[in-house]
C-alpha cells in the first residue's frame, strides 16, 4: 500500500530564505508526482508535475527533484515571500490510466515579513 | 480558459439526508475525479469518470456515488449523510487522467452535517 510522508509537518522561515520541503513515499512504482498548493479552506492550485521518468522541474522560484528509487522528491522554493504561505501537499499517481492520486498530510509553511 | 468550478460552494444538512455537489471540468477534459479531505484523514480518492464510465474507485462505502454526463461534468451523490461525512469536497479534472497529464482542482465544495 502507497503511503505519502511529508516532512516538516510545519515550518515557520523568515522572508528572503531559501526552503526545502520534502516528499517520501513507501512504493516507487509511481507514474509521476505533483506539487500543489493549498490556501486555508480553498482548493488546490497545480505547482509542479514530474514524470516517473524525469528528475526534476523547474517553475520561477520553484524546483521540485524527484528521486524514484529512493522514493523521494523535495520542494525547493527560492527567496520566499510571505505570499507563500500555504500548506504544500505531493501526491503520487499509483495507476497509469486515471487520477488515483496518494497525498501525503502537507506541510504548512509560514513566511514571516 | 475557465478553471474548475464546483458547486456549491457550501452546504449544511442534517443527518440522513442525501447531497449532491456538481463539478464542471475545465472544457476539453474528460477526466473527473473526486476527493474528501478531512483534518484527520487528509485527502481520500473516492472515483474518477471517463467519458461517463467510473474507471475507477477508492474505498469508501456504497453511499457515495457518481456520475459523468456527455459533456463531462459530473455530479457526486451522498446518500444517508453521517455526521462523518463533514469535509471538504475536492474535484479534479485532466485530459485524459492518464500518465502524462496534469490534475487541476476546484475550489471544494464544504459540506456540513448537523
Known amino acids: 500500500k502507497q503511503e505519502v510522508t511529508q516532512i516538516p509537518a510545519a515550518l515557520s522561515v523568515p522572508e528572503g530564505e531559501n526552503l526545502v520541503l520534502n516528499c517520501s513515499f513507501t512504493?516507487?512504482?509511481?507514474?509521476?508526482l505533483q506539487w500543489f498548493r493549498q490556501d486555508p479552506g480553498k482548493g488546490l492550485t497545480s505547482l509542479l508535475l514530474?514524470?516517473?521518468?524525469?528528475r526534476e522541474q523547474t517553475s520561477g522560484r520553484l524546483n521540485a527533484s524527484l528521486d524514484k528509487s529512493s522514493g523521494r522528491s523535495t520542494l525547493y522554493i527560492a527567496a520566499s515571500q510571505p505570499g507563500d504561505s500555504a500548506t504544500y501537499l505531493c501526491?503520487?499517481?499509483?495507476?497509469?490510466?486515471?487520477?488515483?492520486?496518494?497525498f501525503g498530510a502537507g506541510t504548512r509553511l509560514t513566511v514571516k515579513p | 480558459k475557465a478553471g474548475v468550478t464546483q458547486t456549491p460552494r457550501y452546504l449544511i444538512k442534517t443527518r440522513g439526508q442525501q447531497v449532491t455537489l456538481s463539478c464542471s471540468p475545465i472544457?476539453?477534459?474528460?477526466?473527473v475525479s473526486w476527493y474528501q479531505q478531512t483534518p484527520g484523514q487528509g485527502l481520500q480518492f473516492l472515483f474518477e469518470?471517463?467519458?461517463?464510465?467510473?474507471?475507477n474507485k477508492g474505498n469508501f462505502p456504497g453511499r457515495f456515488s457518481g456520475r459523468q454526463f456527455s459533456n463531462s461534468r459530473s455530479e457526486m451523490n451522498v446518500s444517508t449523510l453521517e455526521l462523518g461525512d463533514s469535509a471538504l469536497y475536492l474535484c479534479?479534472?485532466?485530459?485524459?487522467?492518464?500518465?502524462?497529464?496534469?490534475?487541476?482542482f476546484g475550489q471544494g465544495t464544504r459540506l456540513t452535517v448537523v
Open positions: 501526491a503520487v499517481r499509483i495507476t497509469w490510466n486515471n487520477n488515483d492520486m496518494r
Open positions: 472544457s476539453g477534459h474528460r477526466s
Open positions: 469518470y471517463f467519458s461517463e464510465t467510473q474507471r
Open positions: 512504493d516507487s512504482a509511481i507514474y509521476n
Open positions: 514530474i514524470q516517473s521518468s524525469q
Open positions: 479534479a479534472s485532466s485530459w485524459t487522467g492518464g500518465l502524462n497529464t496534469e490534475a487541476f
